[in-house]
């Protein structure tokens, strides 16, 4: 219990520190400017109008979410460190797993409610058309958020034990490999090679599968997201969270500061 509060005291010094980052309100202005951009992109065809208004909205919400856990994401340690108050942070009964992980909590908070404020945009531009919206359209979102947690804890993982600019480019890497990873394993099974097939198998394993998250086809086009699909994105980010957030605790536990 004890732990739980110093973990909340954390994470929520952290969001306060994350709302005052002027780039997040940068990247969250470009979203909602892309989100309203879409109408008139969809006035450049006469069909599916509706379908490529939606899907410009959702692939906004999907990148300048990234881009906010990412670029806001990185620097939260490292400002600690450079700022020399991790040492009075550190000094006091909380450990470094809980640092890191208040961390994460934090900004994981601060990335939902961005991700909130699109979502809104996203309906309000949707009504204001009259594009229809349905209950799958918040599912997909919220998978989103499911997306954004594991980057986040992708992100404060690099963040432990490197610099900014090494874990944005990490980060970025992962997150882009992610999207192919399966595409990356479909070719790998084509091979006549069993070597290939096998490390593709094994990249696919380690790596994230964030199409997992991505249910913006079935939302935009009205084709139902099965239960079974939101328990595996729910069992699916909450393992690789956990494991990634353990995994960077062991580094960050061993990282000297001086």
Not at 94 to 115: M, N, P
Not at 230 to 250: D, E, K, N, P, R
């Amino acid at each position: 219990m004890k732990a739980f509060v110093r973990i909340h005291a954390l994470a929520m010094n952290t969001f306060r520190e994350a709302i005052r980052n002027k780039l997040l309100y940068t990247l969250l202005g470009f979203g909602i400017l892309m989100i309203g951009a879409g109408v008139l992109l969809a006035t450049l065809s006469y069909v599916e109008v509706d379908e490529i208004l939606q899907d410009t909205g959702m692939s906004a919400i999907r990148f300048f979410s990234a881009g906010i856990a990412i670029f806001v994401g990185i620097g939260l340690i490292h400002n600690e460190v450079d700022r020399r108050t991790i040492f009075t942070i550190l000094s006091k009964p909380v450990s470094r797993s809980e640092f890191l992980v208040g961390k994460w909590a934090g900004l994981t908070l601060t990335v939902w409610l961005q991700l909130a404020l699109m979502g809104l945009a996203f309906g309000a531009v949707s009504a204001v058309v009259g594009a229809p919206l349905a209950f799958d359209h918040v599912v997909a979102i919220a998978l989103v958020g499911l997306e954004l947690m594991v980057l986040v804890a992708i992100a404060t993982f690099f963040s432990a034990f490197t610099t900014p600019i090494l874990a944005a480019l990490f980060t970025i890497g992962l997150w882009m490999i992610g999207h192919l990873s399966r595409d990356l394993r479909a070719l790998g099974e084509q091979s006549d090679l069993g070597s290939v097939t096998t490390a593709t198998e094994i990249l696919f394993a380690v790596m994230p599968d964030f199409e997992v998250f991505n249910k913006t086809l079935e939302a935009v086009h009205g084709l139902a997201i099965s239960m079974a699909e939101i328990q595996l994105a729910i069992v699916y980010a909450l393992a690789y969270t956990v494991c990634t957030l353990v995994l960077g605790s062991m580094i960050f536990s061993r990282r000297d500061f001086k």
